[in-house]
């Protein structure tokens, strides 16, 4: 296997986990914010931590509201510049999924100096740089300090309209859920850190990872539209279920309909997951109803931790085309129809 060079150690050697993968377990961080109480709440502050939602949103006037939010990990990949690039797509993807658009950034770097050189924390510095600027924002500023493993990510503000803030609260009974990437990149780094993953299976990786989710601030525009989340580390049962909580419905998914990255399929198929994608259905599982005699690779794939994943769309039935349209526009040619949301107890159901 060829893969790109990089400098000695291997950058997902220096780390006990890997982009999204490495979030703390979703069971694990809904107990240690069950003891800590929101505190004051302004009445400026539009989205807060009530319904898991991607980010912060504070409105300043009747016409602009700011999104901010913070996204950072350790390694998915060796490659420096690629690891750069992929934690800043990630992060970003949260202010996209609010519906806003990116005005600044600032990096986040916790990096063992006694490990990697300079030029290597240089290379993931510059990825995600690379990022901020086709994303058409500076990086104002950071924060650095000397840690054990690598970290690195962002601060993301971005600014919306009020009107146009897609929260998990507003999803409505009866609206279509539309996924914009295909699902598996968990899988593909859990190849990848047993060395199993080939060139192919490396490039198709950083082709759904380093993808903007800049089409969210547009489908915001639409009045369809009634919820947007971003599909990272809870899978995409995890995130549809933040969905459901918050809007009190129950969802429908079809197993057949999910957009799957080929080779993650075979690597699945050979029992390759993630530890994360295990955490996660032990979290959230009682909350989940599978098919009878749904393999566990089909569940892995299915609580898969998506480092920069498709935004997952809360859409009415007569705006499905329309927002089919806008993702195919922006180049997000595997995003499908993948269920449906109705009345009920928060729930996801696999069919």
């Known amino acids: 296997m060829t893969l790109p060079a990089t400098s000695s150690p291997a950058l997902t050697q220096l780390a006990h986990g890997g982009g999204c993968g490495c979030k703390i377990a979703p069971g694990v961080l809904s107990d240690i914010l069950a003891r800590n109480t929101p505190g004051l709440i302004p009445p400026e502050l539009m989205v807060g931590i009530e319904t898991s939602d991607d ?55 916790g990096m063992p100096i ?131 909580r918050g809007s009190k419905l129950a969802a429908e998914v079809r197993w057949d309909a999910l957009p799957l990255i080929a080779s993650a399929v075979g690597h699945a198929q050979n029992g390759i997951w993630t530890g994360a994608s295990t955490r996660n259905w032990a979290s959230y599982g009682a909350s989940v109803t599978l098919p009878d005699g749904f393999p566990d690779w089909q569940r892995a794939l299915v609580t898969d931790p998506q480092t920069s994943g498709g935004l997952l769309v809360s859409v009415a039935a007569d705006g499905v085309d329309a927002v089919l349209a806008m993702f195919r526009e922006a180049g997000f040619g595997e995003a499908a129809v993948v269920g449906t949301l109705a009345a009920g107890a928060p729930r996801v159901t696999v069919v």
Not at 95 to 109: D, E, N, S, T
Not at 147 to 160: D, M, N, R, S, T
Not at 192 to 215: F, I, P, S
């Open 55 to 109: 980010a912060a949103v504070w409105r300043l006037n009747d016409e602009q509201a700011l999104v901010a939010t913070t996204d950072f990990f350790t390694p998915i990949v060796d490659d420096p510049y690629d690891f750069g690039r992929i934690a800043a797509t990630n992060a970003l993807s949260d202010v996209y999924a609010m519906g806003g658009r990116p005005i600044m950034a600032l990096a986040i770097v």
């Open 114 to 244: 006694s490990k990697l050189s300079p030029e290597v924390i240089g290379r993931i510095l510059e990825g995600g740089a690379s990022v901020c600027r086709e994303a058409g924002i500076p990086i104002a500023g950071g924060h650095s300090i000397d840690v054990v493993e690598p970290i690195y990510g962002l601060v993301a503000l971005g600014l919306v309209h009020p009107k146009r803030v897609r929260r998990n609260a507003d999803a409505q009974a009866g609206d279509v859920l539309v996924l914009g990437k295909p699902l598996g990149v968990g899988v593909l780094s859990a190849a990848l850190k047993k060395g199993l993953l080939d060139a192919a299976g490396y490039a198709e990786m950083l082709r759904h990872t380093t993808k903007l989710n800049r089409v969210g601030a547009d489908l915001a525009g639409l009045d369809s539209v009634h919820a947007i989340t971003d599909v990272t580390g809870f899978g995409l049962a995890g995130h549809l279920l933040e969905i459901c």
